[in-house]
Structure formats: C-alpha cells, structure tokens
C-alpha cells in the first residue's frame, strides 16, 4: 500500500473520531437547557432571545478573531447552502417554541427522538446513503429509552405534535444540508442560526430588559448551550453519516436531568434513569460496533 493511500484511510478514520467528539461535545452543551431554564426565572421567550443573541455574539468573535479583517467577506461567500441552513434553523426553532405552547414536553421529546429515522430517510433521498444496520437498530433502541424516560401520555393536541415533527425536520433537514455541502461556511451558518432564532424569539419574549445577576446567566446560556452547543454540531455533523449524528444527538435526553438532578438536588424517576440507560447503551453499543467495522475496512484496504 502507498503512503498516500494510507494516509487517505488515517484521514477518513480520523474525521470520523472527530464528527464523534464533536457531536458528543455538541449534544452535552445542548442537554443544559433545562439546567438554564430552571435556574433564569424568566419567561421562555424572553431566554431564547438572549440566547440566541450572546449566542450569536460568542460566534461572530471566533470568527472574527480566526478571519482576521476577513469576516464579512467569510459571510459572503457562505452560499445558499449556509444561508439555508441558517433559515431552517431558526425555522425549527419557532416550531419548537410554539410546540411547547399546544402540546406536552414528553410528546415533543418522544417526537425529537425519531430524528434518527427522519435523518437518515432525507439522506438517502439526497445522497442516496445509506444507514448501517447498526444505527437503525441503535436509533431503535434509543427512541424505546426516551419513550421510557418521558412516558407515553396521551395529552397534547395534532397541532403540537405537528409543530413538534416540523422541528424534528428541521433537525434533520440541517444535518443533511451540513453533512452533503462538506465546502460550507458553517462556523458562519451557525453564527447568522443563533441570531436569527433570537430574532424570530422576540415576538415570544415577555420582556427584554432583565437585572444584571439574569444577563450573567443568560450570557452562559448563550454561549455553553447556543454556541459551544450550534458550532460544534455545524461542524461535527459534516464528518458522520445523518443517521449517526442524530443518534449520538440523542444523548441530550438522558444528560439533561443529570445536570438539575447535581444543581438542584432533583431526583431523577425510576423511569428517567432506566430510559437514560437505555440510550447510553445504544448509541455506546454503535460507536463500539461502527468503530470495530471501520478498523476491519481499513485493515482490509491496507491490505490492497
């Protein structure tokens, strides 16, 4: 085997550890949400439109510290397919708000949980890949454990579970645009996603100015679960099949009740923990299982 042939199959192992990292990374910023929102007393609308902006603001910096004097040019040159991950972001984000208004957590949770099948049903429409056997079986297993974890009531209404499927395909819809358009800018998609989701927050917001002690916190909101949470998503999600990302993603469900449970002594259920498990479980069994699979196709093109 040339070097160069070797190196090519370091350069494809490695990407993929790293859409790993990245996307695991992503998912437990996200997970402190409910964290965030238990300890801002403040109105849903009015968070979400701080943490869009801090959000926003944390991005652009990174961008403008890495573009040196470049960075508007950087978002010029973004494309249509950056700018349309940025729409669709900020789309789902006005679905999932409204959802919440019509419809129960636990049924937009068990919703946002079949992102996996949604994910990798719009892949194979636009790239024609295909998902492994593994993380079809993976993505089963960790919707029965956030089925478990919120529980399967009956309340809600057709109009919040619809809202709640328009965000999971947007969810989706991101995934595919990140992971089939590899040249994006997405460091500035996410950036222009965490402003435009506090823009189309503001009709929600109850009000705007908050004290000094909420602004720190909502500045930490921003910036560990918008920013840290949106960029390495936008960039992780590029490196790993859609059905993968939207599995791995699926941590965020089982984490977030860790965090409230260590900040405010809340207890998890009986139900909160077995469901967590269940999830852990399956998106751990596939990385083991995919990462067996990569290292025996590598060792079997070495060998070429």
Excluded: K
Excluded at 52 to 63: A, D, K, V
Excluded at 192 to 213: E, K, T, Y
């Amino acid at each position: 085997m040339s070097n160069s042939a070797a190196a090519a199959i370091m350069s494809e192992s490695a990407r993929y550890r790293l859409g790993l990292l990245l996307v695991t990374v992503s998912a437990v910023a996200w997970s402190t949400a409910g964290f965030f929102t238990r300890l801002i007393a403040l109105d849903s609308g009015t968070m979400l439109v701080w943490r869009g902006l801090f959000g926003g603001l944390g991005i652009l910096l990174f961008i403008m510290l890495r573009e040196q004097g470049q960075a508007l040019r950087s978002f010029r040159s973004m494309g249509w397919p950056g700018l349309s991950f940025a729409l669709i972001s900020a789309l789902g984000m006005v679905c999932f708000i409204t959802a919440l208004r019509f419809t129960t957590v636990a049924h937009v949770a068990v919703i946002y949980a079949t992102v996996p099948f949604v994910a990798a049903g719009l892949a194979w429409l636009a790239m024609h890949e295909r998902p492994s056997r593994s993380a079809i079986a993976a993505s089963c297993g960790a919707l029965v454990g956030v089925g478990v974890m919120v529980g399967l009531s009956s309340e809600g209404s057709g109009l919040g579970d619809l809202l709640a499927f328009g965000m999971t395909l947007a969810m989706a819809a991101m995934m595919v645009i990140a992971r089939h358009y590899q040249g994006i800018a997405v460091v500035q998609a996410a950036c222009l996603s965490c402003l435009l989701s506090a823009l189309v927050s503001l009709p929600f917001a109850g009000h705007i100015l908050v004290a000094g002690s909420d602004l720190i916190d909502l500045a930490l909101f921003g910036l560990v679960n918008s920013a840290i949470g949106i960029m390495l998503f936008s960039l992780g999600s590029r490196m790993l099949p859609a059905i993968e990302t939207a599995l791995i993603g699926s941590l965020e469900a089982p984490l977030a009740p860790v965090w409230v449970w260590l900040a405010f002594g809340e207890v998890p259920t009986t139900a909160t923990l077995v469901g967590g498990l269940i999830v852990f479980f399956a998106v751990f069994a596939h990385i083991l299982v995919g990462a067996s699979g990569r290292s025996m196709a590598s060792g079997r093109r070495a060998e070429v």
